[in-house]
């Protein structure tokens, strides 16, 4: 069981150039999430899927899309990366709601945007 | 808007110390998680607590719940230098699909 990975791990992006994050998680879970993290201020909600086929736009989801065509899969879109956007992004799933909504995570990818 | 604070926001002690940290909120909460975070890595859940009042304990870890549901805490017995992470607090008040997430403790333990 390999839980949530997350591809790449690090990367170094040019303004204005564009890129994919990949999440795939081998638990079943309906739902996936994408963080942003930067120091002080915790994680910020991207956007999340609740299952196949739908997302949502979270806190901060200005620059960003996604798409969610397989369940085990979530993906994280930069179409025009700013130098705004350096950050460690983190992808969650989560195994049902009306629970607790407890949130596993993948290792990070951190971005750099010069 | 819903807002979760941790206190302190980094916090550096020798080995076998006792300490606490905070998370505290105005808004009330159906369930609140803790998780930490190691360098490099994701957050890992530590416990979710549901009810007011609740403590649950995790080998030196100890939780506990507010009466009212608003704020939670933290005790970690003679701190090991394994304890050392950042630890965050979530908060779900089941009404949508997404947590409130507090800043974070940076705690660093010294041998």
């Known amino acids: 069981n390999a839980g949530v990975t997350q591809t790449p791990k690090f990367r170094v992006l040019k303004t204005g150039q564009s890129m994919t994050l990949l999440c795939a998680q081998d638990?079943?879970?309906?739902?996936m999430y994408w963080y942003r993290q930067d120091p002080g201020m915790g994680l910020r909600l991207i956007h999340y899927?609740?299952?196949?086929?739908?997302?949502a736009k979270g806190e901060v989801p200005d620059g960003y899309n996604v798409s969610r065509l397989k369940k085990q899969n979530f993906l994280l879109g930069l179409e025009s990366a700013a130098p705004s956007q350096t950050s460690v992004y983190f992808c969650?799933?989560?195994?049902?709601?009306?629970?607790?909504?407890?949130?596993?995570f993948g290792p990070g990818t951190r971005l750099t945007v010069l | 808007t819903q807002l979760l604070e941790q206190s302190p926001q980094f916090l550096s002690i020798q080995e076998g110390e006792n300490l606490t940290v905070y998370c505290n909120s105005s808004s009330v909460f159906s369930s609140l998680q803790w998780y930490r975070q190691e360098p490099g890595e994701g957050p890992v859940l530590l416990v979710t607590v549901v009810t007011g009042g609740e403590v649950k304990k995790l080998k030196r870890l100890t939780f506990q719940f507010g009466d009212a549901r608003k704020d939670s805490s933290l005790h970690i017995t003679a701190a090991q230098p394994g304890d050392t992470g950042l630890y965050l607090c979530a908060g779900s008040d089941n009404s949508n699909y997404q947590l409130i997430w507090g800043a974070g403790t940076k705690l660093i333990i010294k041998p």
């Open positions: 969650a799933s989560s195994p049902y709601y009306g629970s607790y909504n407890e949130q596993f």
């Open positions: 638990m079943n879970h309906e739902y």
């Open positions: 899927s609740v299952g196949e086929g739908t997302t």
